[in-house]
């Protein structure tokens, strides 16, 4: 698993990571948002330790079924609370270790986390402006790079407009970008995306 701290704009694919994941050439992705997909999201706040993590299992099987299809997993997160000194890299990194490591114990295998530190309302003025904040494609095209991602026949599930912008800037087509809220999907939401992510990569039926 590689995990990404995106820089500022114009910092080369690849920066700042911790680790190459292995990946299959042209290999398609499941691109999955972070609060609100994965783990409940903070109202007007930030999950700044693992303590506040509440993870979310409507996503897991969908993320299962798109490992079955062939495809990478793939995080990516906005996490302005960087650049707002709400909380650390390392708080940040701490709290994506422990969602890892939940989805890993749920039979899912995440290849790479991208996180982008910035915020428009950063205390550095040199935070403000990035190319890898969400509705920007950033981390999806420095994703792509790293590991050798197909991105047109790649899914992205997010649960705001962002997030769609996204990937639909990165070149995922609009019919492969599907809007989830597991707070509240329920148990037929996440059956609805696991159909939808299977059909979408090709995956086995069980």
């Known amino acids: 698993m590689s995990y990404a701290m995106m820089r500022h704009r114009g910092s080369p694919p690849g920066a700042d990571r911790a680790a190459t994941a292995d990946s299959d050439p042209r290999r398609p992705a499941l691109f999955l948002d972070r609060d609100g997909v994965l783990n409940r999201r903070i ?8 303590e506040a993590l509440e993870v979310l299992s409507g996503a897991w099987s969908a993320a299962r079924a798109a490992r079955r299809a ?24 701490r709290v994506n270790a422990v969602l890892v490591d ?37 981390m999806l095209v420095a994703a792509a790079e790293d590991l050798g991602l197909e ?52 995956g086995p039926l069980r």
């Open 43 to 50: 109202a007007g706040g930030y999950v700044t330790s693992p």
């Open 102 to 138: 939940a989805l890993g114990c749920r039979g899912v295998a995440v290849d790479a986390v991208y996180v982008c530190p910035h915020h428009p309302g950063a205390v550095d003025v040199a935070d403000r402006a990035c190319d890898c904040r969400k509705p920007a494609a950033g």
């Open 70 to 93: 062939g495809a990478s997993v793939i995080i990516v997160s906005n996490q302005g609370a960087i650049a707002r000194r709400v909380a650390t890299e390392s708080d940040v990194a």
């Open 151 to 202: 991105l047109g026949s790649s899914v992205m599930v997010g649960d705001k407009p962002s997030d769609a912008a996204a990937a639909r800037a990165a070149g995922i087509p609009p019919s492969r970008i599907l809007r989830f809220d597991a707070a509240t999907a329920g148990d037929a939401g996440a059956r609805s995306l696991e159909a939808a992510v299977r059909a979408l990569l090709g």
